[in-house]
């Protein structure tokens, strides 16, 4: 199984637009089996799937009950074509409390929880797909500590650049626990064309500081509107330009994998 966190300390990038419909390509294009965990308090993913509940196990059990069975707080996702098949781990407001209780918990290492956990269904999936909470906390280093990849989705304006360095340093620093985590690169989303974003994906190609997909998110009406569908992007409008983007994202990720 191969993991990766979709991560930017920045809010309103689309990043959790873009692990949304990379699980979902990747399950519904490329037959593969998906685990689409939701590793943010605010469970947009979540809700995103009707998966949110305060009566069912979450996230949060994982990270704080020892040798907690993964497939216990699993929900499938039903609406997919085989051969593939796109499952949540859904998140609620209780990882709050959970990020609490690990820093607390001296009895047990703190960083390598999720690792573990997901270590349990590795048989099982193809790919881990994390969407994290823009935040570096407990979880999100968790995630990272658990990732094979890294991917930073990236809103080109004043505040472009904030939060992408110290996700380079994390990582740098969190190859301790992890030796063979790599940032696979950044991806614009909401692109349009237009100056700033010329300029501004210029830049991010020639002196950001990390690797960048060749393709960009365009901005789209269509992706405002699977929030209120609650169906990705191909399910919802397959030949909108955003739709097209992820797709040509996606193949650029496999050939990296």
């Known amino acids: 199984m191969r993991i990766a966190s979709v991560i930017n300390l920045k809010g309103g990038v689309g990043k959790t637009m873009g692990a949304i419909n990379i699980a ?4 519904e294009v490329h037959g593969k089996r998906v685990l689409l965990v939701d590793n943010d308090k605010q469970g947009s993913v979540s ?9 069912a196990p979450s996230i949060a059990d994982v990270l704080t009950t020892k040798g907690y069975n993964v497939e216990d707080a699993v929900q499938p996702w039903l609406k997919i074509s085989p051969p593939g098949w ?22 047990r290492p703190q960083q390598t929880r999720l690792k573990r956990a997901l270590q349990s269904v590795e048989q099982m999936y193809d790919f881990a797909i994390i969407d994290c909470a823009p935040d570096l906390n407990m979880s999100a280093i968790n995630a ?3 990732s094979d990849d890294v991917l930073i989705p990236i809103k080109v304006d004043s505040f472009a650049f904030d939060g992408v360095k110290q996700i380079l340093e994390t990582v740098e620093e969190l190859r301790e626990f992890n030796p063979a985590i790599r ?3 950044g ?24 690797p960048m997909f060749e393709t960009a998110i365009r901005k789209t ?7 209120f569908k609650r169906l ?4 919802h409008k397959k030949n909108s330009t955003a739709a097209r983007d992820y797709l040509a994202l996606v193949e650029e990720y496999l050939k990296m994998c």
């Not at 979902?24 to 399950?27: C, P, R, V, W």
């Not at 796109?86 to 009895?107: F, G, H, Q, T, V």
């Not at 009406?221 to 929030?227: G, I, N, P, R």
């Open 24 to 27: 979902h390509i990747l399950a």
């Open 144 to 146: 990272l500590v658990a």
């Open 187 to 210: 991806f614009v989303t909401m692109w349009q064309k237009n100056n700033v974003n010329t300029q501004g994906e210029a830049w991010l190609q020639e002196r950001g500081g990390l």
């Open 86 to 107: 796109l499952d949540i781990l859904p998140a609620n407001m209780m990882l709050l409390r959970a990020e609490k209780e690990i820093l607390l918990d001296c009895s």
């Open 183 to 185: 940032v696979v690169g």
């Open 232 to 235: 990705p992007l191909l399910a």
């Open 47 to 55: 809700r995103f799937f009707g998966a949110h509940s305060y009566n």
């Open 221 to 227: 009406v269509a992706v405002d509107e699977t929030t």
